[in-house]
């Protein structure tokens, strides 16, 4: 019979509540908060349990209810290491969204800093 290899990860509570927000502020268009959070320094690439979503996929989601663009909360996450190549649960990675937003100029964006990055084919 095996033995279960047992880890144990420690999370700091405060770690948590700033990754949550972090994740709710891309999705809100609030910078100022989103850059306090950044500076704080939880992963740009933190992702929603239930969904798989980052914050870069959560910057995309409002816009399209407001049709508007979260230019400058795509570029500070990104200026954060934030990835394009991840993919939610759905397959969906930030460049994906971005083009069914049919927004050129944000999925140029996204292709110029991750140049190495090679896109999906839906």
């Known amino acids: ?8 990860v420690s999370y700091d509570r405060s770690d948590i509540m700033d990754r949550l927000l972090l994740l709710v502020s891309s999705s809100t268009f609030h910078i100022g908060a989103l850059m306090v959070l950044l500076e704080r320094g939880p992963d740009s690439n933190v992702r929603d349990v239930q969904s798989g979503q980052t914050p870069l996929h959560c910057a ?9 663009s979260n230019e400058e909360g795509i570029a500070l996450l990104l200026q954060y290491k934030a990835r394009v190549d991840i993919p939610d649960n759905k ?8 083009r069914d937003c049919s927004d050129k100029k944000i999925v140029q964006l996204l292709l110029q800093v991750n140049s190495n990055f090679t896109t999906s084919t839906k």
Not at 60 to 68: A, G, P, T, V
């Open 1 to 8: 019979m095996r033995k279960a290899k047992v880890v144990v």
């Open 60 to 68: 995309f989601k409002r816009r399209r209810d407001l049709q508007r």
């Open 91 to 98: 397959g969906d990675n930030a460049v994906d969204i971005a």
